[in-house]
């Protein structure tokens, strides 16, 4: 299937690592240009070397500064935007009961604020084009609020509603916004929860992995590229009808539909 993605520009944010950098290249793949966005920015700009055209560019989203030096890096490079994919860290693992004001306004910066910042000046550009792909990089958690991560299940559940309502507000333009929703992809942040579930629990992390595996129905953890080539799906043109929607990438680890 041609994704009709050649020589459009995608900025993939936090793709230095994760899931992140498993889309940035299933979208080089498919030929289009990538701008490889994290902190460090050497790290980034050896990743994009490392790709057939793309551009590595240092930012942190949550700095007000930071959309516009990855926006202008962007066009700076190719001339325009076409996708955007919006990802980022996840807060720590926390219980409901345990966060704090402080924190659980961090989380809606890094999740939601940050999110809408980049796609403000990005957003105009497509619909004058009349072509345009939105999709955030979310969690099973938007489906299913999952135990010990408030603050992730918080500020991921509150990027899906101004999705969606942005969705319906710019479909008419031909520009789609869709979330994809990852299980247990074996990614160094699942590495880290399994970790910490692990001294919560007092068990081996072997052990707590072992479990998380048998509790999916594929009964393994997806590989980054199993999940890169569903994102390059929902971002190319055959996709075009596709919006306002969150497909879940689990290995159908949630079991409602």
Same mark, same amino acid.
């Given at each position: 299937?041609?994704?009709?993605?050649?020589?459009?520009?995608?900025?993939?944010?936090? =793709?230095?690592? #994760?899931?992140?950098?498993?889309?940035?290249?299933?979208?080089?793949?498919?030929?289009?240009?990538?701008?490889?966005?994290?902190?460090?920015?050497?790290?980034?700009?050896?990743?994009?070397?490392?790709?057939?055209?793309?551009?590595?560019?240092?930012?942190?989203?949550?700095?007000?500064?930071?959309?516009?030096?990855?926006?202008?890096?962007?066009?700076?490079?190719?001339?325009?935007?076409?996708?955007?994919?919006?990802?980022?860290? #996840?807060?720590?693992?926390?219980?409901?009961?345990?966060?704090?004001?402080?924190?659980?306004?961090?989380?809606?910066?890094?999740?939601?604020?940050?999110?809408?910042?980049?796609?403000?000046?990005?957003?105009?550009?497509?619909?004058?084009?009349?072509?345009?792909?939105?999709?955030?990089?979310? =969690? =099973?958690?938007?489906?299913?609020?999952?135990?010990?991560?408030?603050?992730?299940?918080?500020?991921?559940?509150?990027?899906?509603?101004?999705?969606?309502?942005?969705?319906?507000?710019?479909?008419?333009?031909?520009?789609?916004?869709?979330?994809?929703?990852?299980?247990?992809?074996?990614?160094?942040?699942?590495?880290?929860?399994?970790?910490?579930?692990?001294?919560?629990?007092?068990?081996?992390?072997?052990?707590?992995?072992?479990? =998380?595996?048998?509790?999916?129905?594929?009964?393994?953890?997806?590989?980054?590229?199993?999940?890169?080539?569903?994102?390059?799906?929902?971002?190319?043109?055959?996709?075009?009808?596709?919006?306002?929607?969150?497909?879940?990438?689990?290995?159908?680890?949630?079991?409602?539909?």
């Amino acid at each position: 299937m041609d994704l009709g993605l050649d020589g459009r520009t995608a900025i993939v944010c936090a =793709s230095t690592g #994760g899931l992140g950098r498993a889309v940035a290249e299933a979208l080089a793949a498919e030929g289009a240009n990538i701008v490889v966005t994290g902190r460090r920015g050497d790290l980034a700009r050896e990743i994009a070397a490392g790709l057939p055209r793309a551009v590595g560019v240092a930012a942190d989203l949550t700095d007000p500064a930071g959309p516009a030096t990855v926006t202008d890096a962007a066009v700076a490079a190719f001339g325009q935007v076409d996708v955007l994919v919006l990802n980022g860290p #996840g807060p720590r693992p926390a219980r409901a009961d345990e966060i704090g004001d402080e924190e659980l306004a961090a989380a809606m910066d890094t999740l939601l604020v940050a999110h809408q910042r980049l796609i403000k000046p990005i957003l105009p550009g497509m619909r004058n084009r009349g072509w345009g792909r939105i999709l955030a990089i979310g =969690s =099973s958690g938007v489906a299913a609020p999952l135990p010990d991560l408030a603050l992730s299940n918080a500020g991921r559940a509150a990027l899906a509603a101004y999705l969606k309502t942005l969705a319906a507000e710019v479909a008419g333009d031909g520009v789609t916004v869709n979330l994809l929703l990852p299980g247990r992809i074996a990614t160094e942040r699942v590495g880290q929860l399994d970790a910490a579930r692990a001294r919560k629990v007092g068990r081996p992390v072997e052990e707590v992995a072992a479990r =998380s595996r048998a509790s999916i129905p594929a009964g393994r953890y997806g590989a980054p590229a199993e999940f890169g080539a569903v994102a390059a799906f929902l971002c190319g043109g055959p996709a075009s009808y596709v919006t306002g929607t969150a497909v879940r990438c689990d290995g159908g680890l949630v079991r409602n539909l």
